[in-house]
């Protein structure tokens, strides 16, 4: 246990329906990162806050997925009107400012989109 | 051309053996190397990072070539333990600190 957690950890919607994903980061570390993961591939950069700021997004970032960091701690990510190719597994990650290159991966939230 | 490309696996060897993975990255601003071990349906987990002048963890041995833009790892007198996936890892100069992760190498040590 990394001490990064995610909730939920599996989620399995319909088509079309929005999802939300919760990341509670290791509670001094100000960096915190999403990245999806589909099988057989590595993790693949999303989005990343310093703090409260989302600092750098990816195109892979869609304007269906929204994240937020609102008080610099906790963070939702947002997927609405969610399709089959979102089906994948949405991961969290945390560092210190002074320690950037070590990056602490949470469980994982699993989503299956039918 | 994916920016981190892996051997392509699986890896299947026997207890005691040694097994190298390779990696090749695009990027030649890429600054920062390390290998991440994924077990399975778990989270990634920091093995290592590379250094230039290689570096050793016990069993693990890690290699850098950026002339080549190669990065290796080396297992030696592997256990059951460690069958996982091994992922190839990189981060370029200037960007937001975020990791290039390449496909990831399945290995299997078998009794």
């Known amino acids: 246990d990394t001490g990064v957690s995610q909730d939920p950890r599996h989620k399995i919607t319909k088509r079309g329906q929005n999802v939300t994903f919760r990341c509670d980061p290791i509670?001094?570390?100000?960096?915190l990162y999403w990245y999806r993961q589909t099988l057989g591939q590595g993790p693949e950069f999303l989005t990343y806050?310093?703090?409260?700021?989302?600092?750098?997004k990816s195109r892979l970032l869609s304007d269906r997925f929204s994240a937020e960091r609102p008080k610099g701690s906790f963070s939702t990510l947002e997927i609405q009107r969610t399709e089959q190719g979102d089906s994948a597994m949405y991961l969290c990650?945390?560092?210190?400012?002074?320690?950037?290159?070590?990056?602490?991966f949470g469980p994982g939230t699993r989503l299956l989109v039918l | 051309r994916k920016e981190v490309e892996q051997d392509p696996g699986p890896f299947n060897v026997p207890e005691g053996a040694t097994v190298a993975f390779n990696c090749t990255y695009s990027?030649?601003?890429?600054?920062?190397f390390f290998w991440y071990r994924q077990d399975c349906r778990k989270e990634p987990k920091l093995l290592m990072s590379?250094?230039?002048s290689g570096n050793e963890d016990g069993r693990f041995t890690a290699q850098l070539n950026r002339a080549s833009q190669y990065i290796s790892l080396l297992i030696r007198d592997s256990k059951l333990s460690d069958s996982a996936t091994y992922l190839c890892?990189?981060?370029?100069?200037?960007?937001?600190?975020?990791?290039?992760f390449g496909s990831g190498t399945q290995l299997t040590v078998l009794p």
């Open positions: 990650a945390s560092s210190l400012a002074t320690q950037l290159e070590t990056q602490y």
């Open positions: 509670s001094e570390h100000n960096r």
């Open positions: 806050f310093q703090n409260e700021a989302q600092l750098e």
């Open positions: 990027n030649s601003a890429s600054q920062s």
């Open positions: 590379v250094y230039s």
């Open positions: 890892v990189v981060r370029a100069s200037g960007s937001a600190r975020q990791l290039t």
